[in-house]
């Protein structure tokens, strides 16, 4: 089966930095490419996702790449506020399978003011 | 107007019982999940029902049951409730049966088993 692995597990950033969070999959089948966003005391919520047939996709100060090759994918935050606290989680399906989204152990992301 | 909703949100209970957990979507979706975050924050699927028929079922203890009366409702069933089953079990929909696309959760539903 599919293996998601997510680094960093905590990450800290001053307020205005750009944040990176990094994925690797192993499941060359997989071909979508969700990210979520969890805060405090609520469900994940999509901030963005890839498919297979594309390599970057923005959305205004947030992008995801992604190299099929190497079998990994990035979430990028720019200019970095404190509402961007919270824990980041990449995910990795096949789009026309079952719809089952593996996903990463999570990024605790910290904005410091 | 809440898309996925999910009751109760707190729910405490002792080692033995059995308790439920109810979650509606109004999204219209087709496919709705059972998910268990842990202490660790770490999400894996448990369930997966599209059309009230069961297409996911990961390795879960039989103790735990879902049910789908119809699409719009999937509510997990567990017996016998154990110390390892205290986690935050989220429900989700997606629109669609073979295509993957959104997934909306609901608020989640932090189960404490003392």
């Known amino acids: 089966g599919e293996n998601v692995e997510q680094h960093p597990s905590t990450l800290s950033v001053q307020e205005g930095d750009s944040a990176v969070i990094k994925c690797t999959y192993s499941d060359s089948a997989s071909n979508y490419f969700p990210w979520y966003k969890q805060e405090l005391g609520k469900g994940p919520q999509l901030i963005i996702d890839?498919?297979?047939?594309?390599g970057e996709k923005k959305d205004q100060r947030i992008a995801v790449t992604l190299n099929k090759t190497a079998k990994h994918f990035s979430l990028h935050i720019t200019e970095t506020q404190p509402e961007d606290s919270a824990v980041y989680f990449c995910?990795?399906?096949?789009?026309?399978?079952?719809?089952?989204?593996?996903f990463g152990t999570g990024t605790r992301l910290t904005i410091i003011p | 107007d809440t898309a996925v909703s999910q009751t109760p949100k707190y729910l405490v209970t002792q080692m033995g019982n059995d308790k439920s957990i109810k979650c509606e979507q109004n999204l219209g979706h087709d496919t709705m999940y059972w998910y268990k975050q842990d202490s660790k924050k770490f999400l894996k699927i448990m369930f997966s029902?599209?059309?009230?028929?069961?297409?996911i079922n990961e390795t879960v203890p039989n103790r735990f049951s879902p049910k789908s009366p119809d699409k719009a409702h999937l509510n997990l069933h567990i017996n016998s409730l154990e110390l390892g089953d205290s986690a935050v079990y989220f429900c989700?929909?997606?629109?669609?049966?073979?295509?993957?696309?959104?997934?909306?959760f609901g608020p989640g539903t932090r189960l404490t088993v003392t």
């Open positions: 890839i498919r297979s047939n594309v």
């Open positions: 029902y599209n059309n009230k028929e069961l297409i």
């Open positions: 989700a929909s997606s629109q669609g049966s073979r295509g993957a696309g959104e997934q909306y």
């Open positions: 995910a990795a399906s096949m789009a026309f399978g079952n719809e089952k989204l593996t």
